[in-house]
């Protein structure tokens, strides 16, 4: 599975301890969540933080999901490689676009057997088996639309950027046509989604390495200057970078995950 799984992670912590969880921003890939412990649960700007299901998948393209702090976390994660998820769900990947579908809602019986027996699962390794051989058994041997699959992976790598004209010539395709097969496989135009691999990959910099200057990650980035990602940031999140990222920093944050990190867990690709 390593062309389409990042990799299997998760986070425990000990008995009694209560973390404050980060706010999940928007990204280019997908994430499937088990939770053997207290489940994630999503604050809007109104009314109590609502629980999601024990076993879900997280899909942010424009949304932030702000997660409230809780006791008793415990879970096993599958991150998805950008464009990769279609590969193993029953439906486009714009059906999922901002969504925290159960696995139920995704694949049906065979996901509430999938969430049993990770319930009844000895330990973290064996619920990671679990998943591994589920997913396995689901792969597609080919995407539902390999130059749209292809030209995500392309996008990412290239960190947005690659600007449309270019990425559709990398492909064999005209402009026109790449955009509309890539807006009915994701609901996003390849543009949107440069811009959001460019966002990605400059707000990960920052939080793995504080060494380094906001300015100089906006510009490796492929950002024109420090106030266009500014601008960027805010308009996607709703506050400038520089607070965002000492709250952040000062918290839990899913962008490392080391196996020595404190309560994180790391399994393999296979």
Do not use: K
């Not at 702000?66 to 029953?90: C, H, I, S, T």
């Amino acid at each position: 599975m390593r062309p389409f799984v990042d990799r299997l992670w998760g986070w425990e912590t000990a008995p009694g301890e209560s973390i404050g969880l980060p706010a999940l921003l928007p990204g280019t890939g997908a994430e499937l969540y088990f939770h053997y412990g207290t489940p994630f649960r999503l604050r809007g700007a109104d009314g109590p933080a609502a629980p999601l299901a024990a076993g879900h998948l997280l899909c942010l393209r424009r949304a932030v999901a702000d997660l409230a702090p809780q006791p008793g976390v415990g879970f096993v994660a599958v991150r998805f490689r950008a464009g990769a998820v279609g590969r193993f769900v029953p439906m486009a990947e714009s059906a999922l676009r901002d969504e925290a579908p159960s696995f139920d809602e995704v694949w049906g019986p065979e996901g509430r057997r999938l969430q049993e027996r990770l319930s009844e699962a000895a330990d973290w390794n064996a619920r990671a088996a679990l998943l591994q051989r589920f997913l396995l058994a689901r792969v597609r041997a080919r995407a539902a639309d390999p130059w749209v699959e292809a030209g995500m992976a392309l996008a990412y790598r290239e960190g947005g950027r690659l600007r449309v004209e270019g990425l559709a010539d990398r492909l064999g395709l005209g402009r026109r046509q790449l955009e509309r097969r890539w807006r009915a496989q994701t609901g996003q135009s390849p543009a949107e989604f440069a811009r959001l691999a460019r966002f990605q990959r400059t707000v990960r910099r920052l939080m793995l390495d504080r060494r380094v200057r906001v300015v100089d990650a906006a510009l490796e980035g492929g950002y024109w200057d420090q106030a266009h990602f500014v601008r960027d940031f805010a308009g996607r999140v709703g506050m400038p970078p520089g607070a965002w990222l000492a709250a952040a920093r000062a918290r839990t944050h899913f962008y490392n995950t080391r196996l020595e990190a404190a309560g994180m867990l790391c399994a393999p690709s296979p």
